[in-house]
């Protein structure tokens, strides 16, 4: 594994996303595998894991705060809040600066930790990372020592260059794969002018960019890729990466064909990572194989500069205008 600087720490350039550990909207992983899909990623020197109070409301949460008991090594877990709508919070009363210490500390007790790594704001709507009362809200809590680090996880392009404005944003977490190839051209080199680190996230486009589906694979009711298929519950963009299913399995096909060898989500993991500007990328994994080949996305080889280009060419012309919802 590969580590790279995030503020005054190093993280592994391949990192753990968590909303499959505890969350019906993958199918249900249960404790001991969740616990399990942890532990593999640490062994194979993973350090930095994503999760959100509200992936299984609080479960991924509290699952990280029991396997972090059992480690001996310092690992840094990403949470987020903003999108609770559980009784007495929704939008806009979540961003209240008592809303969020309440959200903050919950996350704490979940984690069993005194101190939030990195607190990030779970996209929430693009008027109140205008207005900048959340960001004054953060940096109280900083101050007051619960969070360690703030940054903010961001739908579009616009979002992301509104945040980059503010004063003491560690990290910005954006969707960027194969699927999602001009975010680099809008976003990168201001978050490296300002020093902020860059947090992938969604690399696999939810598991299409491994090459696996087939036009006629089903998802179960409960899992996102089912019920969430074309944007019906949020935005489309958090579900294939925006993508139309059929379309993308064709695409992922098309891409294919341009990849090295048979290796298709260590491969689209290894483009992110050929990037420099980038982090961190936080593949999600339902299982401990997945957790493997994308942690070996690190050991690999740059792709070749002809290979990036014919992807962009792709892009360009077969993707870029098929993507769906708020980007
Ligand atoms: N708004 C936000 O801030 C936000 C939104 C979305 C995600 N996130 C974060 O980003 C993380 C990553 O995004 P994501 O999980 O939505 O999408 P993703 O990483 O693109 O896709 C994850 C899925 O891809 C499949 N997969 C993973 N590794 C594989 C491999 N090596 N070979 C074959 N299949 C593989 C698995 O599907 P199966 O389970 O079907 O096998 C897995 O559940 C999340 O876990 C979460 O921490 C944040």
Redesign the pocket.
């Known amino acids: 594994m590969n580590y790279r600087p995030f503020k005054d720490v190093q993280v592994a350039e391949v990192g753990?996303?968590?909303?499959?550990?505890g969350s019906a909207d993958?199918?249900n992983i249960n404790e001991d595998e969740a616990l399990k899909i942890l532990q593999a990623y640490t062994d194979a020197g993973g350090n930095f894991i994503?999760?959100?109070d509200v992936?299984g409301m609080g479960v991924?949460e509290a699952i990280i705060g029991k396997f972090l008991q059992s480690v001996n090594k310092e690992i840094f877990v990403a949470t987020?809040l903003g999108?609770r709508g559980d009784a007495g919070n929704g939008w806009p009363q979540n961003f209240t600066y008592d809303a969020m210490k309440r959200h903050a500390e919950e996350s704490l007790r979940h984690l069993g930790v005194s101190q939030l790594f990195l607190e990030?704001l779970?996209?929430i709507p693009t008027e109140e990372m205008r207005s900048g009362k959340v960001f004054d809200n953060l940096r109280k809590l900083q101050q007051e020592g619960l969070i360690r680090y703030f940054g903010a996880?961001?739908?579009t392009s616009e979002e992301a260059l509104i945040c980059l404005e503010q004063e003491g944003l560690a990290s910005l977490?954006i969707?960027f794969?194969l699927f999602r190839q001009h975010v680099a051209d809008e976003v990168f080199a201001r978050a490296k002018e300002k020093g902020v680190a860059l947090i992938i996230?969604?690399?696999?486009?939810?598991?299409?960019?491994?090459?696996?589906?087939r036009e006629d694979t089903v998802?179960a009711d409960k899992?996102?890729?089912h019920y969430n298929a074309n944007g019906e519950s949020f935005?489309a963009g958090?579900?294939f990466?925006g993508i139309e299913f059929g379309e993308g399995v064709k695409l992922a096909g098309n891409i294919k064909t341009l990849l090295p060898d048979e290796r298709?989500?260590?491969w689209a993991?290894r483009w992110i990572l050929d990037h420099p500007e980038v982090t961190t990328v936080?593949?999600?994994?339902?299982?401990i194989?997945?957790?493997?080949?994308?942690v070996a996305a690190s050991g690999l080889q740059p792709l070749p500069s002809s290979v990036h280009e014919q992807l962009r060419k792709l892009y360009n012309e077969q993707i870029h205008s098929k993507i769906r919802g708020h980007y």
């Open positions: 753990l996303g968590t909303w499959q550990l993958w199918g994503d999760t959100a992936y991924s987020k999108r990030q779970h996209c996880s961001v739908e977490q969707i794969n996230r969604v690399p696999l486009a939810s598991g299409l960019l491994s090459g696996k589906f998802f899992d996102h890729r935005n958090e579900t990466s298709m989500a260590e993991i936080i593949p999600g994994a339902s299982k194989s997945q957790v493997n080949s994308n």
